[in-house]
């Protein structure tokens, strides 16, 4: 844009946000297919300010919608725009693993176990050269967009401060009402939801009185905690809850039973995380102090459901507060992303995060901000979500509902396309392969999505967020905990701190110490040379996926490792490995010295609590998905591939057609066999009366009309006799031609019957048709389904205490 010209996107001064540069030629995210599906040169871009009518992204696992998603992100951050990606299973980390110099040892730490990092490397380099992305291109992205990690409840990476500040709104209460309303609902809705209190905010008793404490004092400009919230819950300063005593709405005994239930929530050594941390802003966390557009991605993988609904709806209805403070604009001025959004805006549940959900889809657009949804099924998005979108990015859909159910969302926004072929073109992708439908008349197209820039690893949690690259968050509100000595290099490598009598150690408790020779030790933050050690816990569990009607009985063992320990230990911050006993010695290293820890590994109950919080962990986030065909009960096994499970569907959905198609061949084969034999009879009637018709034509011509041309010509017969011949020859004639009428009439009973036995054969044929697609389509109706474990299924086998070398 030239230097001169003029853009409602310009960094305005704060607290406006500063809005990014002018738009590109648009965001590169794949190439459009061939009808054959071969891809082809024409380059697939959507104009970013197109998505400030949002979007919405579909595929089932395994239909590269991830990809899709992170390369569409990567494209906005290019372009200058902030991007917000809340993360509930830890893929959209991804995008911090960016490497420009594509350098085989960037990869190393990040490649499955097994892989080679050089291989890895060469896969993406030549990946991205095939798409002309060249390393100059990654190495832009990084420099120009600040790139960091929070994860709210956790140190794992930047804690995020969503509840220890409930801070009033800039201006109070007045300045933006229904912004404010928004917040007060999604912190009530949230803070309710942890304690089991799903109730209705216009019903329950709990929700009217927490939420009239939090909306009294934004109004009166003052900021709360939870423990000040816990004491007007006990004493509200206000008599009256509309025009009923508060007393009467909910009792003095009930709002110390509320208290009781919130206080626990204070008194969780895990939620303590929740409080402190950096700041809940969206101007800071979307862009930094330099000018530069932010990606601020919100782990919440770690979460319980009620946790993820509490952090969501607050982070969601901050950004509904911030971006009404914003001049309005048709120009994208961040995107908010959420991944595998069910759960978050159900078609009939309410959860707290639904309501700022449908507001940013509602309201947004005005405003610059745009929205976009991933989900594997559009029956768990709410149609009224589906329906404010205007950009469609349809990958593999898993079941015939699914897809139902998606074009439904999608007919408001279809224009004059014609969904039946839409339909058909989705029944047709491929893996990576995506049907892209706009608003506005614009025809579906089917296209290919390019190759990421980032590698895409899978889900990156608990330590290891620690060591994505390049990570740039906002700093932390308040004092945050010092690691152990020598974690951060504050206490010499080499035993210049720490004791050489190790702490005391519960009994029964195994201890052991790692070797640094370990294949994984790198990945726990091990040091070849360290004689110093921290604390760490080593688990084995054993996990039982045992489901009767999939007659699946799978045994998996989860180890890991969890380290350092402070006074909270998250599960979610173990570090998985295989270790065995070789890597786990039970004699200490010569020149030891023990770092201190917080953790109370002195007491039995620290591993009891922790093995217990482990196993809900597990249970929770473990499961064995095994591919179902319902209609033909037929369930996978555990290490068959997709396309053996595939050859047993079809295999027996071709053994079911069979035997409804000898069915239909029995009731249609006599008849069809009785009009064969009818057909053959008509024709040799019918060849009998032709050669009837034609003897007798030839008998009279050459009989009758040779009596009565003779009598003319010869001149002697009498009158009498010449009439004589000529009644015979009309006779003749008159049997001449009913002989023919007969061979006609035989000829017409012939080709009625010959039509009667195309017409019955016909409609065999059909429905032998109908049986095979019928049939095709119950072998293609294959869903993922999940094998959860229950609390018996999980089992705690080891748990030692680890000492590490640092």
Same mark, same amino acid.
């Given at each position: 844009?030239?230097?001169?010209?003029?853009?409602?996107?310009?960094?305005?001064?704060?607290?406006?946000?500063?809005?990014?540069?002018?738009?590109?030629?648009?965001?590169?995210?794949?190439?459009?297919?061939?009808?054959?599906?071969?891809?082809?040169?024409?380059?697939?871009?959507?104009?970013?300010?197109?998505?400030?009518?949002?979007?919405?992204?579909?595929?089932? !696992?395994?239909?590269?919608?991830?990809?899709?998603?992170?390369?569409?992100?990567?494209?906005?951050?290019?372009?200058?725009?902030?991007?917000?990606?809340?993360?509930?299973?830890?893929?959209?980390?991804?995008?911090?693993?960016?490497?420009?110099?594509?350098?085989?040892?960037?990869?190393?730490?990040?490649?499955?176990?097994?892989?080679?990092?050089?291989?890895?490397? !060469?896969?993406?380099?030549?990946?991205?050269?095939?798409?002309?992305?060249?390393?100059?291109?990654?190495?832009?992205?990084?420099?120009?967009?600040?790139?960091?990690?929070?994860?709210?409840?956790?140190?794992?990476?930047?804690?995020?401060?969503?509840?220890?500040?409930?801070?009033?709104?800039?201006?109070?209460?007045?300045?933006?009402?229904?912004?404010?309303?928004?917040?007060?609902?999604?912190?009530?809705?949230?803070?309710?939801?942890?304690?089991?209190?799903?109730?209705?905010?216009?019903?329950?008793?709990?929700?009217?009185?927490?939420?009239?404490?939090?909306?009294?004092?934004?109004?009166?400009?003052?900021?709360?905690? $939870?423990?000040?919230?816990?004491?007007?819950?006990?004493?509200?300063?206000?008599?009256?809850?509309?025009?009923?005593?508060?007393?009467?709405?909910?009792?003095?005994?009930?709002?110390?039973?509320?208290?009781?239930?919130?206080?626990?929530?204070?008194?969780?050594?895990?939620?303590?995380?929740?409080?402190?941390?950096?700041?809940?802003?969206?101007?800071?966390?979307?862009?930094?102090?330099?000018?530069?557009?932010?990606?601020?991605?919100?782990?919440?993988?770690?979460?319980?459901?009620?946790?993820?609904?509490?952090?969501?709806?607050?982070?969601?209805?901050?950004?509904?507060?911030?971006?009404?403070?914003?001049?309005?604009?048709?120009?994208?001025?961040?995107?908010?992303?959420?991944?595998?959004?069910?759960?978050?805006?159900?078609?009939?549940?309410?959860?707290?995060?639904?309501?700022?959900?449908?507001?940013?889809?509602?309201?947004?657009?005005?405003?610059?901000?745009?929205?976009?949804?991933?989900?594997?099924?559009?029956?768990?998005?709410?149609?009224?979500?589906?329906?404010?979108?205007? !950009?469609?990015?349809?990958?593999?859909?898993?079941?015939?509902?699914?897809?139902?159910?998606?074009?439904?969302?999608?007919?408001?926004?279809?224009?004059?396309?014609?969904?039946?072929?839409?339909?058909?073109?989705?029944?047709?992708?491929?893996?990576?392969?995506?049907?892209?439908?706009?608003?506005?008349?614009?025809?579906?197209?089917?296209?290919?999505?390019?190759?990421?820039?980032?590698?895409?690893?899978?889900?990156?949690?608990?330590?290891?967020?620690?060591?994505?690259?390049?990570?740039?968050?906002?700093?932390?509100?308040?004092?945050?905990?010092?690691?152990?000595?020598?974690?951060?290099?504050?206490?010499?490598?080499?035993?210049?701190?720490?004791?050489?009598?190790?702490?005391?150690?519960?009994?029964?408790?195994?201890?052991?110490? $790692?070797?640094?020779?370990?294949?994984?030790?790198?990945?726990?933050?091990?040091?070849?040379?360290?004689?110093?050690?921290?604390?760490?816990?080593?688990?084995?569990?054993?996990?039982?996926?045992?489901?009767?009607?999939?007659?699946?009985?799978?045994?998996?063992?989860?180890?890991?490792?969890?380290?350092?320990?402070?006074?909270?230990?998250?599960?979610?911050?173990?570090?998985?490995?295989?270790?065995?006993?070789?890597?786990?010695?039970?004699?200490?290293?010569?020149?030891?010295?023990?770092?201190?820890?917080?953790?109370?590994?002195?007491?039995?109950?620290?591993?009891?609590?922790?093995?217990?919080?482990?196993?809900?962990?597990?249970?929770?986030?473990?499961?064995?998905?095994?591919?179902?065909?319902?209609?033909?009960?037929?369930?996978?096994?555990?290490?068959?591939?997709?396309?053996?499970?595939?050859?047993?569907?079809?295999?027996?959905?071709?053994?079911?057609?069979?035997?409804?198609?000898?069915?239909?061949?029995?009731?249609?084969?006599?008849?069809?066999?009785?009009?064969?034999?009818?057909?053959?009879?008509?024709?040799?009637?019918?060849?009998?009366?032709?050669?009837?018709?034609?003897?007798?034509?030839?008998?009279?011509?050459?009989?009758?009309?040779?009596?009565?041309?003779?009598? $003319?010509?010869?001149?002697?017969?009498?009158?009498?006799?010449?009439?004589?011949?000529?009644?015979?020859?009309?006779?003749?004639?008159?049997?001449?031609?009913?002989?023919?009428?007969?061979?006609?009439?035989?000829?017409?009973?012939?080709?009625?019957?010959?039509?009667?036995?195309?017409?019955?054969?016909?409609?065999?044929?059909?429905?032998?048709?109908?049986?095979?697609?019928?049939?095709?389509?119950?072998?293609?109706?294959?869903?993922?389904?999940?094998? !959860?474990?229950?609390?018996?299924?999980?089992?705690?086998?080891?748990?030692?205490?680890?000492?590490?070398?640092?």
């Amino acid at each position: 844009m030239p230097a001169d010209a003029t853009d409602d996107r310009s960094a305005p001064s704060a607290p406006s946000a500063p809005s990014a540069p002018s738009a590109p030629i648009g965001l590169d995210i794949g190439a459009a297919l061939a009808p054959d599906g071969a891809r082809t040169d024409e380059r697939v871009r959507l104009d970013p300010d197109d998505l400030t009518t949002h979007g919405v992204i579909v595929g089932m !696992t395994g239909s590269g919608k991830t990809g899709l998603a992170i390369a569409l992100m990567e494209e906005v951050l290019a372009s200058g725009v902030p991007v917000l990606a809340i993360d509930p299973k830890g893929d959209l980390t991804n995008l911090l693993l960016t490497f420009p110099e594509l350098r085989p040892d960037d990869f190393a730490p990040w490649v499955p176990d097994g892989s080679d990092p050089a291989e890895v490397a !060469t896969t993406w380099r030549e990946g991205l050269a095939d798409w002309g992305i060249g390393p100059e291109r990654i190495a832009a992205l990084r420099a120009g967009v600040r790139m960091g990690v929070y994860s709210p409840g956790s140190t794992s990476a930047t804690p995020l401060d969503v509840v220890g500040s409930l801070a009033a709104p800039t201006g109070g209460a007045s300045a933006d009402p229904e912004g404010v309303e928004a917040e007060v609902q999604a912190v009530t809705s949230g803070l309710l939801g942890l304690v089991g209190i799903d109730g209705d905010p216009l019903a329950s008793p709990e929700h009217l009185l927490v939420s009239n404490l939090v909306h009294a004092a934004w109004s009166a400009g003052e900021s709360l905690d $939870l423990p000040m919230l816990l004491q007007r819950i006990q004493t509200p300063p206000m008599r009256r809850l509309g025009v009923m005593d508060v007393d009467t709405v909910i009792a003095p005994d009930a709002r110390t039973a509320l208290a009781v239930r919130l206080n626990a929530i204070l008194a969780t050594p895990g939620f303590q995380g929740f409080f402190g941390g950096a700041p809940l802003d969206p101007q800071r966390l979307l862009f930094g102090d330099d000018g530069r557009p932010s990606l601020a991605v919100v782990t919440v993988a770690h979460l319980s459901d009620a946790e993820r609904q509490l952090v969501i709806s607050r982070v969601l209805a901050s950004v509904i507060r911030w971006f009404r403070t914003q001049p309005g604009t048709d120009r994208l001025r961040a995107l908010v992303y959420i991944d595998e959004v069910a759960g978050y805006a159900p078609p009939t549940a309410v959860p707290p995060t639904k309501a700022p959900i449908l507001t940013i889809l509602k309201q947004a657009r005005a405003f610059g901000v745009g929205m976009v949804l991933a989900t594997q099924n559009p029956v768990d998005l709410d149609y009224k979500a589906m329906s404010n979108a205007g !950009t469609w990015l349809v990958g593999r859909l898993q079941t015939e509902r699914d897809k139902a159910r998606l074009l439904e969302g999608m007919a408001p926004a279809a224009g004059g396309v014609d969904v039946s072929a839409l339909d058909s073109t989705i029944t047709s992708l491929e893996r990576r392969q995506f049907v892209l439908h706009r608003t506005g008349g614009h025809a579906p197209l089917r296209f290919g999505s390019r190759w990421a820039m980032s590698y895409l690893r899978g889900p990156v949690t608990g330590a290891q967020l620690a060591l994505l690259p390049g990570r740039e968050e906002i700093p932390v509100a308040g004092p945050t905990p010092a690691p152990p000595p020598g974690v951060d290099g504050s206490a010499d490598a080499d035993g210049g701190s720490g004791s050489p009598v190790m702490p005391k150690v519960a009994d029964g408790v195994a201890v052991r110490y $790692l070797d640094p020779a370990a294949p994984w030790a790198a990945a726990v933050g091990a040091s070849p040379t360290g004689t110093a050690v921290q604390a760490g816990v080593a688990l084995r569990v054993s996990l039982l996926f045992d489901d009767a009607k999939a007659s699946i009985r799978e045994v998996q063992e989860w180890e890991a490792v969890l380290t350092p320990l402070g006074e909270v230990v998250d599960p979610a911050a173990a570090v998985t490995v295989d270790h065995d006993d070789r890597d786990l010695r039970t004699d200490a290293p010569p020149d030891v010295r023990y770092l201190p820890t917080e953790a109370r590994i002195d007491t039995k109950g620290f591993y009891t609590d922790l093995s217990k919080r482990v196993k809900d962990m597990l249970i929770r986030d473990k499961t064995l998905t095994i591919p179902v065909n319902r209609t033909l009960k037929l369930w996978g096994r555990v290490g068959e591939t997709a396309d053996e499970f595939a050859a047993r569907c079809d295999e027996a959905a071709q053994a079911a057609a069979d035997a409804e198609a000898d069915k239909i061949r029995a009731r249609l084969g006599a008849r069809i066999d009785r009009l064969r034999g009818a057909v053959d009879t008509a024709q040799r009637r019918a060849d009998t009366a032709a050669q009837a018709a034609e003897s007798a034509g030839r008998t009279e011509l050459t009989d009758a009309a040779g009596s009565l041309l003779g009598g $003319l010509l010869g001149g002697r017969s009498r009158t009498r006799g010449l009439a004589s011949a000529a009644r015979t020859a009309m006779a003749g004639r008159e049997r001449v031609g009913r002989a023919r009428q007969r061979a006609t009439d035989a000829a017409a009973a012939v080709a009625d019957k010959a039509d009667d036995l195309a017409a019955l054969e016909q409609e065999l044929a059909d429905q032998l048709i109908a049986i095979d697609d019928e049939w095709r389509a119950v072998a293609d109706a294959i869903e993922d389904a999940p094998i !959860t474990l229950s609390r018996s299924d999980v089992t705690v086998e080891m748990v030692s205490l680890v000492w590490i070398p640092v």
